[in-house]
């Protein structure tokens, strides 16, 4: 790193070595009295200054690492960590990633303001190398603008699949179709002719591409209309004439091999479909609705869903304290959370980290998800009698260490969970609850003894999803201290620099791209347990938690949103106020702790 008294020197060292004269250098400080620029930039943007002879005084004389970008094949990952627009405005190009640390070639590594950004932005340690000015910016443009081809080509390819499904509905249109009210072999018919075939297949494959969680296919007077839900939104892809909604359900009732002649009680199954040399499951539901069938399809795509902690957006603190809870012999688990807030991710990610040889693992859920090798799932069937507290009482009998239950939805279910914790087990399970707090009054309301919850829950994590900032277009936005603290933001906790995306090829011009977890974690610490005994509110266990250092997911939230990761606009999409905490217990942020790379 370079000394201060080297960066003082800076000015008589340029003229020492002749690599500037004395007028250029009084114009150059001129220009710095009204610009506020740094004195080398200046030099790079007159273009009165050998850009290499720089770079070496910077390496010799100031201490810096030299670094020759002709030898490394710069990967489009790591190049997606910095926007192109900040790699320009600061002529900086990043060349390598480990773990948490970034390394970057500069042109001007005294540029202060260029550091303190990028280390804002990225959330990265970062190394400092130099290059030439006139060679960093002959590579941003090479390795920036192929990546901006990529992109154009998904834009392109996008536009393609769209032209691609009007002309298979047309294919269609041309043919005698199915109505409401044809006949089973007609249906049967029509689900494997060629076109009908084809829409579905390419349906399935835009889903999959554009790396949504979710298909729908809804019916109505005069259409069908095919939405996604990409990063938690719903998009819509195609809107087919009503006609085909029957020819539509019938071929995905046949792939998933359900009964294609009743309509009028709703159908669940699954089927599997090839994308190159994977396979993606596809959960179906079926609903009988006014104007026809409507169908939902869920995504569960392995390749593009990670089960590690460290993966999914918690940060260092958060993840030590779920796997601390996790490690435990006995006692309960719990993740709350409304439908698609990543409950099922967490769990499976806490039961991958406890998978061994050693440990028996069985799971109740109602559907099964994600297999799992080497661990033993059960699919509820309540249609033959096979229901969540039958399920758990049998798996009891298996003699299992660990137990997953997909969700807790009555007392019955809720009793024997408990009695497993108490008994030895580890358990782990799912409640609709608002926040973590209003779980122990839930399960209070079920009719479970406060005893009881005291006694064997060890920590209940209430969380959501929000979406991240795209990395290739995400810029900084000071906001006003006046109208955050209008907003209910205290500037002085959170700052009162955040991001937004402008929009790209890249995020398809949402300036989103994909989602990270927020969390509030309850602990059930001492001063917790006996408040749960004395039959306490949900707000005064929150408070106490609170005061104990339990961060809720307004601040998660923000200090996500001030650390780069999402926009204040999600922060207020996803969460609440909270209400009644004592706001300074919360701690100033500094620098963002390390969080995971994907979204539950």
């Known amino acids: 790193m370079a000394q201060e008294s080297s960066r003082n020197d800076l000015k008589d060292i340029l003229l020492r070595e002749g690599v500037v004269t004395l007028d250029q250098m009084n114009e150059a400080l001129k220009d710095q009295e009204k610009t506020k620029d740094p004195l080398l930039d200046i030099f790079f943007r007159l273009g009165k200054a050998d850009d290499k002879k720089i770079a070496s005084i910077l390496t010799h004389q100031m201490g810096y690492t030299a670094v020759n970008l002709a030898v490394f094949a710069l990967d489009q990952k790591v190049l997606d960590v910095i926007p192109k627009n900040m790699a320009e405005k600061y002529t900086v190009l990043p060349i390598s990633r480990f773990e948490n640390s970034l390394t970057i070639a500069f042109a ?3 540029n202060l303001k260029a550091l303190d ?8 340690r970062i190394k400092t190398s130099v290059a030439p000015y006139g060679t960093i910016k002959k590579y941003i443009a090479k390795y920036y603008n192929a990546g901006a081809a990529t992109a154009e080509n998904g834009a392109q390819q996008e536009e393609h699949q769209a032209q691609e499904l009007d002309e298979i509905v047309k294919m269609i249109e041309t043919e005698q179709e199915a109505d409401k009210g044809a006949q089973t072999s007609e249906l049967m018919k029509v689900a494997f002719e060629t076109p009908i075939i084809k829409l579905v297949n390419t349906m399935l494959m835009e889903g999959i591409r554009r790396k949504a ?11 069908v209309r095919v939405r996604v839900r990409v990063d938690g939104l719903l998009e819509e892809i195609i809107r087919p004439p009503k006609m085909h909604g029957p020819a539509i359900v019938s071929r995905i009732k046949v792939m998933s091999e359900l009964d294609i002649a009743e309509h009028r009680i709703p159908q669940d199954g699954r089927f599997k479909v090839k994308v190159g040399e994977r396979e993606v499951d596809m959960r179906v539901s ?16 392995t390749k593009s869903q990670s089960h590690d902690i460290s993966k999914l957006g918690f940060n260092e603190t958060e993840q030590q304290i779920i796997k601390d809870s996790a490690r435990h012999p006995h006692g309960m688990i719990l993740v709350t959370g409304p439908t698609g807030s990543g409950k099922t991710t967490t769990l499976y990610s806490v039961l991958k980290y406890l998978d061994k040889p050693t440990v028996n693992i069985t799971t109740v859920e109602d559907p ?83 005893f009881l919850i005291a006694s064997t829950v060890l920590m209940i994590s209430a969380q959501r999803l929000v979406r991240r900032v795209c990395p290739r277009c995400k810029h900084p936005e000071e906001m006003d201290k006046q109208v955050l603290v209008k907003m209910g933001v205290d500037p002085a906790v959170f700052g009162t620099t955040f991001y937004q995306g402008k929009g790209c090829n890249e995020c398809r011009q949402s300036g989103y791209k994909g989602r990270s977890v927020i969390t509030e974690i309850l602990q059930i610490t001492p001063e917790v347990r006996e408040l749960i005994m004395d039959g306490k509110s949900a707000e005064t266990i929150k408070s106490q938690a609170h005061r104990s250092g339990m961060t809720t997911l307004r601040e998660c939230a923000l200090k996500k949103a001030g650390a780069g990761d ?35």
């Open 117 to 124: 950004e990028i280390r804002a932005i990225t959330g990265l």
């Open 213 to 223: 969680s979710d298909i729908f296919i809804e019916p109505w007077e005069r259409f």
């Open 286 to 301: 079926i609903l009988p609705t006014t104007f026809g069938e409507k169908v939902c399809l869920r995504i569960l795509d």
């Open 108 to 110: 001007n590594p005294l």
């Open 566 to 600: 999402t926009s204040l606009e999600e922060v207020f999409r996803v969460t609440s106020e909270d209400q009644g905490l004592d706001k300074g217990e919360v701690k100033p942020l500094k620098k963002p702790e390390k969080t995971g790379a994907k979204a539950a």
């Open 368 to 450: 099964v998800e994600y297999q799992i090798f080497g661990i033993n799932q059960v699919n509820i069937k309540e249609n033959f009698g096979l229901t969540f507290p039958l399920a758990l009482r049998s798996i009891l009998r298996q003699d299992p260490d660990i137990c997953l239950v997909g969700e807790i939805r009555d007392l019955e279910t809720l009793d024997i969970a408990v009695k497993a914790a108490m008994t030895g087990h580890l358990v782990l399970s799912t409640l609709h609850t608002n926040d973590a707090a209003s779980s122990v009054t839930r399960m209070v309301n079920m009719g479970l003894e406060p």
